[in-house]
C-alpha cells in the first residue's frame, strides 16, 4: 500500500467518524429539546456513519493481517482517535437520551 492510499483511507475513516459523531451531539441536542424521535432517528444515522467508518477500519486492518507494510503515520493515529472518541460520544449519547426521557416523565 503506497502513502496515496494509506491517508485516502485515513481521509474517510476521520470523515466518517467525524460525521457520526456530529449526529450523535445533534441526537443529544434533539433529546434536551424533548424531540425523542428526532433524537433517535440521528442515532440511526449515526450508526449508518460508523459503519462505513468501520468499513476503511476493517480495509486497513484486514491489509496489515494480509502482509501490506506501511508507516505508522500521525494521519492513522489521528483516524484511530477521531474514530474512538465518535464511538464514546454516541455510547455516552444513548444514555443521555435516555436521561432526557427519564427527566421528561418526571
Do not use: C, P, W
Not at 9 to 35: P, T, V, Y
Not at 45 to 74: M, P, Y
Not at 80 to 105: F, R, W, Y
Amino acid at each position: 500500500m503506497n502513502k496515496e492510499e494509506l491517508y485516502n483511507l485515513a481521509f474517510q475513516l476521520i470523515l466518517h467518524a467525524g460525521n457520526a459523531r456530529s449526529l450523535a451531539m445533534e441526537a443529544m441536542q434533539k433529546a434536551k429539546e424533548g424531540s425523542f424521535d428526532e433524537a433517535e432517528a440521528k442515532l440511526t444515522e449515526a450508526d449508518s456513519a460508523f459503519n462505513e467508518a468501520h468499513h476503511f477500519q476493517t480495509d486497513l486492518i484486514q491489509k496489515e493481517a494480509g502482509g501490506a507494510k506501511f508507516e505508522l503515520s500521525l494521519i492513522i493515529v489521528h483516524a484511530q482517535d477521531h474514530l474512538m472518541n465518535a464511538m464514546t460520544i454516541k455510547d455516552l449519547a444513548g444514555e443521555i437520551i435516555d436521561l432526557h426521557k427519564l427527566i421528561k416523565k418526571a
